[in-house]
Structures are given as C-alpha cells and as structure tokens.
C-alpha cells in the first residue's frame, strides 16, 4: 500500500502528559514545571486551565478541568497536563521498557557528557546504568549515544546524542544550547505489523528506518537483562518529530495497558497528531474497528486555545493519538 494516501499526518504539533502537580507542593523539591525548565531547558510557553464539555468529550473525562502548561524546547513542544479535581493513579512503580504502557521523549542534546552531569543534580531515577553508546555494527544507530531515566512523576525520558552521520541535520547545527529539542517518541508494542497498519497505512506515516537492537549495551540502556528489540523509526510527510515502534523479542512483552487506566491517570501521553482531513480519517478509523476515547470530533470555539478540532483515539496498544486540525 503506498504511504501516500488521501488522508495523512501532516506533523507532530506537541506530547500531552498527564501530570500530578505542574508547580510543586511543599513535600516535593521540583514541581514538573520546574524540573523541565530547570533540568532540561525547556521555556514557558503558556499556562491555561479549561473546563467545559468540550474538553470532557475530548479526553473522555466527565466535569474535566485541565491546567495545561505548554513549554517549548528547539521547535518542538510539550504539554504538561495537570487534573486538579480528580485523583490520578501513578505510573506502576515496577515499570520496564517493555511493558506496553512505556513511552517515552527523547530528548537531543549537543553534549552527552555535559547534559548527563548537569542531569544528576536533579531528582530523575535512572533507567540505564549510564549513558551508552550504540555499538557501530548496528547501521541505523551505531554511535548514537543514550541514557534513559524518570522524571519525579515517573514518566520516561531519553537523552540522545547523535554523530555527524546520524539523525536530522537540524541536530548538527552550530548551537550554543545543551538542550536542543525533543527527536521522537518511542513506545512499547506487542506486534509491529498491527502497529504499522494503524501509523502507516491508517494514518499515511513515513517508514524511516528499521533497526535491531540488542547485546550488552541494549540491556545497560534499558535495564531489561538480555534485551533484544526490533525498532521501526516513522515520521509525518512534513518530517519534523518522529515515532518509535518498540518490539521486545527478549525478554518478550511486558504488561498490557489496563482497560480502567483514563486519561487523568499519571501513565498517560497522548501524541498531538496534526491531519489534513479530520473527518475522513475519523470514518477510516471507524471502519477499521479503532477505539475511541472522544464520542466524536470535538469542536472548540474557544480561539486561544491551540486547536479548532480534536478527537482522542487510542492505537492498537492503547497509547494516546490525539487527532486535530489548527
């Protein structure tokens, strides 16, 4: 099937994080807030709440009120999403990379060595032993540097650092900043093929690379003893932030999303998926048995806020696509 269909992603606009408290409390040191400007580089874009039905139907949620916080890093943006009237279950505090509810941002820096340092004066609990590095047998990221950790809500992060050869040229730039931008999020999945038919053949994304991953250094990065996963890169007509399929073949497939986990609960992350036909995409979905969070497409009236219309469905692992039109 060709990957240029009527229908299609057209970029990645931002990653919606459902978090416990964006600013802090007086028991805990960093809010979210302050953890990603402070630790990561991140910049204050806007800080809203809503409320409405508009907003319930979107995220399925009944009498919602949502603060949301909208920062920016390099060109590309996340939103922290706060619930302040309902009590959110957290993150599982036994979480591995091949539980299917994993997903996370990787974050680009410029130097490896000097953001990792910088990282550890802040309260992240590490994933990977340390940063490592791709081993060069392995074409589509051999030298490629990484290390993976938690932010204090448990929500998985990456920092990547690539060689001359490797990713983007934007990343290879000229830039005096430590922090340069967010180049994917990478999510745990139980089957490829069902993954690429909902990303690519659903949703028209772009197959960019393909790789394996495995050995010493797989299982230092991720924890997991043995680690071996098949890694399929997407990323939208417009290119810009891209998708990461992750398929565990050892130690194999972790635990699946709980039917009763919402979106108010700390686990989710909803990838903001800009489309050129919300409503043709939306009947495609239906026809192909897709789950719904949104009763429908949702239309907002309200002009500050960033879209004009939405609709929350969930892929075949039950990770959050947020589908809009700006």
């Known amino acids: 099937m060709s990957s240029q269909t009527d229908v299609q992603v057209q970029r990645i606009r931002a990653i919606g994080l459902t978090v416990t408290n964006c600013v802090g409390v007086a ?32 995220e399925g949620v009944p009498g919602v009120k949502i603060r949301i916080i909208t ?33 996370h941002l990787a974050i680009v820096v410029s130097d490896m060595d000097r953001a990792y340092a910088h990282l550890r004066s802040f309260p992240i609990e590490p994933i990977s032993v340390s940063p490592q590095t791709i081993p060069p047998e392995n074409k589509a990221s051999g030298g490629v540097r990484a ?37 994917h999020s990478a999510m745990a999945i139980s089957n490829t093929e069902q993954s690429l038919h909902f990303y690519r053949d659903l949703l028209g994304m772009q197959i960019d690379s393909r790789s394996l991953n495995w050995r010493v250094t797989q299982s230092r990065l991720d924890n997991l003893p043995g680690a071996e996963v098949k890694i399929t890169a997407l990323r939208p007509v417009q290119d810009g932030m891209g998708i990461e399929l992750l398929d ?60 004009r219309q939405g609709c929350l469905v969930k892929d075949p692992d039950g990770h959050g696509v947020l589908l809009i039109v700006e």
């Open 147 to 183: 290390f993976k950790f938690k932010d204090p809500d448990g929500h998985d992060l990456e920092l990547i650092w690539f060689p001359p050869d490797k990713g983007q040229d934007k990343w290879h730039q000229n830039s005096h900043s430590l922090f340069l931008g967010i180049d």
């Open 71 to 103: 920062l920016q890093l390099g060109d590309e943006f996340i939103e922290l999403m706060e619930y302040p009237n309902i009590q959110s279950k957290p993150i599982p505090r036994d979480s591995q990379s091949n539980d299917l509810w994993f997903q």
């Open 248 to 307: 565990y073949i050892v130690p194999g497939k972790g635990r699946t999303i709980p039917s009763d986990w919402k979106s108010w609960d700390i686990t989710h992350m909803q990838i903001e998926l800009v489309v050129n036909n919300l409503e043709q995409l939306v009947d495609k979905l239906r026809g192909n048995g897709v789950q719904f969070v949104s009763s429908g497409i949702v239309q907002f009236s309200d002009r500050s806020f960033p879209y």
């Open 27 to 58: 028991s805990r040191k960093h809010g979210l807030l302050d953890f990603y400007t402070q630790a990561l580089g991140f910049e204050l874009v806007s800080d809203i709440t809503v409320e409405g039905q508009d907003y319930s139907d979107l």
